[in-house]
């Protein structure tokens, strides 16, 4: 039934794989806030295109096409002037809306020369930027990222870089199966995760995914905010949103086994926001935090679980780029599908849904 | 006569110098004995696939693909579990056939759920994988590399990588007259040896190479075996097997001009052990070894002689690496077929008369 | 007028950017005299040909294709015999003309056992190569470097390697604009630079562009020469010529505003010869020299000239480094010409047409 049906699809979508188009009418994280400083440049690449970020003096972030459009130098390498930027190569000077506002040596500007603007939306330490139709740019599109900033929780912002397509990294986190494995001494403890079913539901723009892993013992990413738990078999749960074009949104964590259904007194509680920016066809920005709440220690804490978060992340970048790597020399190679998939298979229609209806509307 | 017919062939066979194809019914060797550790995964890529090796616990060898059938990801960044693989990203398990025997969380296992496996061969130090149709696996086929474990010989066992297409070293190989100019200070010592005319005759799977150098002054590598050889006139004789798909059989040695033909107490004999594996199409790994009589000398010479070689083939490595970037960027540009390149011009006949028959065999 | 059709040109041109096709009929600047030096051999690539240079015992300079005709190693991984080099390889060996004179273990060479040899030309340290048609090779088409080795002026030579396109190098000579922001705290000091328009005109096989800036602040470069100008105003001016395929010859200099047309008494002088060749498509070999009267001045001052000279081509070796990555990344982009384009859009038509006429010319 749908074993047979999604077989066909997936091996359809593993052709694509390596496809060079990205959906566009969308809200990418291009940054974090502390990363674009009052006085710099800053530039980063989103789904091919180079863009240059800056704020102006409101402190508003401005996007621009980081390409001068008369000989095509970047313009982060030239420097702020007020709310403008100013090539460093031929001096030509854009405003924060891209518009040529100055051309050294001639009176007037020619209409022509503009670079391309993007909208900017920002939401609880998170920059995003829209790559599409302008007209569309709907901020009610943006994810629930609220432990990013919220006084309830503590977290230390990451990021890192991919050289990997971003579907592969979208894959490792639509089944947690492979926590038993790559993760046996970090975040995963036990097989027990990987013989866990999620269950799969629909939400709009996305899927949640929800797993829940009875009596397991504590692994030693829930001792380090819980040493007293050493000992203690556990039952886990991971609940999250996959949302488009790449944005988990979790709640997890893990209590005695057998205490009541509303007993958390003894329980790890955890939000996480992580979101992939396609950077370009074979490389990704990956921006996450993983909160824990405020009542629950300090920011020793904050940077345990953070240095314990980063060890566990390049596990999995270790083993993503391997296969990436393996995968870009197997052209005639396709994936099994097997039942663990089944989350990663539902968001790979999702985007080959959303790339679809962009085609159409031209 | 022969030459002009053998230059066009030549020329043709020039043009498929970067083919992607490589025989495939035949024996390469993947690795030395020692390098296929008891407890641990080892990996290598021969002619373009990536294969995992390991021990089963009767000491025989596995050769499966690296790839895991669910998600491509590397076997070898998984572990051993007994005689079975499993895949560290999703815990997928396999036995040394290559068939999946155990998929987390469900409760059977796909037939589809496997890898290939490759007929494996040993012997005397050289591990053996059969790329192609594994019926026709023949260990007959196995070349004589007898003094790479003989109690009458002694050597240490050398591989090194190459960043070069293997039939550019296979070239070298067939044609010693480069010993007189590459290795001029090392393995050659006189412009004699690139003066002689070897001959050549016909050996099942390959050619034997014959080349006599009369009244030469020793050179340096055999006065590091006989150094009271110093200013005496030696004959050289080089007689070597070369046979498909690149392996070297040679006996080569020298003893002093005027000696009767049966007198070997002054001579140095050396027996010699070479293969190319091609590992993708613009890179190949070299194993060899060159053994000198156990009864010559103790460890101290072999070391000796070993780091001779060594210094030697990075002469060749030097000089074929600088060829092959040469002959990268030179598409156009064809090779002038001189009398020195008889053998090598026979030995590419085979390999296209090889990859012919395999191609006619479908 | 002229805007409108240079701007349909102009995008023409932008599309050839990355061609492969360079002028050959031509003399291009291969080496600096003092870097081939009287027993070694010298290699370097030439609008992508291989090429080997060596000097003859009469000192006269030898130029042949470095590509063994037999097996295309290269020939200057051989050694210097007499007048001829030997191939390291398999010992062949070629005189000064790239005849091959011996070829080890035949009694007579064959007659196509021969290296292609360029026409050479020697002119005030600038050693050039002719890489077209040998019958048209003609020393009346050298450029006057003269300062490059003359009793009046002084000067260190520099070389410099692009990883860029040679024309976005010519691009960036041909638009002193680039001084006021490049160069800003170097060579450029002021926006009046940009704002200066040049004269333009036609000479044989080139352009001259004649630059006037009245009345700016002296440079930091001119106060390493006279610092008693500092907090003077000068009138600055910057004539050159830039002459197929890549060479500019140039005057320039400042004195104070005011002073009498003819009075030279505070006036900084120098005179610039400056060469581009292209290695490949995408990378470009820069030779130059900037020279400062001999009367003005001892080593030191050349030394702190050169210095600041190096420290100003970073700065633009650096941008039009940048300036490549983004042309190469952003295939569907075109260049919007504006006024302070003039000189290089007529530069790249004499490109245009020199290239026209050699294929005209079969």
Chains 1, 2, 3 share one sequence.
Not at 249 to 276: E, F, N, V
Not at 307 to 319: H, K, P, Q, T, Y
Request: net charge negative; proline share 7%; with cysteine.
């Amino acid at each position: 039934m749908m074993r047979s049906g999604a077989q066909a699809l997936f091996i359809a979508e593993e052709t694509n794989l390596s496809t060079s188009r990205f959906i566009r009418n969308c809200w990418y994280v291009v940054a974090w806030e502390h990363e674009i400083a009052a006085d710099a440049l800053f530039s980063r690449t989103v789904i091919g295109e180079p863009l240059l970020l800056f704020r102006t003096s409101d402190g508003a972030v401005a996007a621009l096409e980081d390409r001068c459009c008369h000989r095509l130098a970047p313009l982060s390498k030239g420097r702020k002037e007020g709310d403008c930027v100013r090539c460093g190569y031929h001096g030509l000077k854009f405003d924060a809306g891209g518009q040529c506002v100055e051309v050294p040596g001639l009176d007037s500007v020619p209409p022509k020369a503009r670079v391309r603007s993007y909208p900017v939306a920002r939401r609880k330490g998170w920059v995003f930027v829209w790559m599409g139709d302008t007209g569309l740019a709907n901020e009610a599109l943006l994810p629930d990222n609220f432990s990013c900033d919220h006084p309830d929780w503590r977290n230390i912002p990451g990021y890192m870089h991919y050289d990997t397509p971003y579907l592969l990294i979208a894959d490792n986190l639509l089944d947690f199966s492979h926590l038993s494995y790559v993760h046996e001494k970090t975040l995963g403890g036990s097989p027990e995760i990987a013989r866990a079913k999620p269950e799969i539901e629909a939400v709009p723009r996305g899927i949640r995914v929800t797993r829940r892993v009875p009596d397991v013992p504590a692994p030693p990413f829930h001792l380090r905010m819980r040493p007293e738990l050493a000992g203690t078999r556990l039952d886990r749960w991971f609940i999250y949103d996959f949302l488009l074009p790449g944005t988990l949104l979790m709640h997890s964590g893990g209590k005695p086994t057998g205490a009541a259904p509303d007993d958390l007194s003894q329980a790890i509680t955890l939000h996480s926001c992580q979101t992939l920016t396609p950077e370009t066809e074979n490389t990704t920005h990956y921006f996450f935090q993983q909160s824990h709440p405020a009542a629950m220690g300090d920011a020793a804490l904050t940077q345990t679980l953070f240095d314990s978060l980063i060890g566990a992340f390049n596990e999995d970048r270790d083993m993503i780029s391997a296969q990436a790597a393996m995968v870009a020399r197997s052209p005639g190679s396709t994936m099994l599908p097997l039942a663990m998939d089944a989350a990663l298979m539902r968001f790979r229609r999702l985007v080959d849904e959303a790339l679809a209806a962009e085609i159409a509307a031209g």
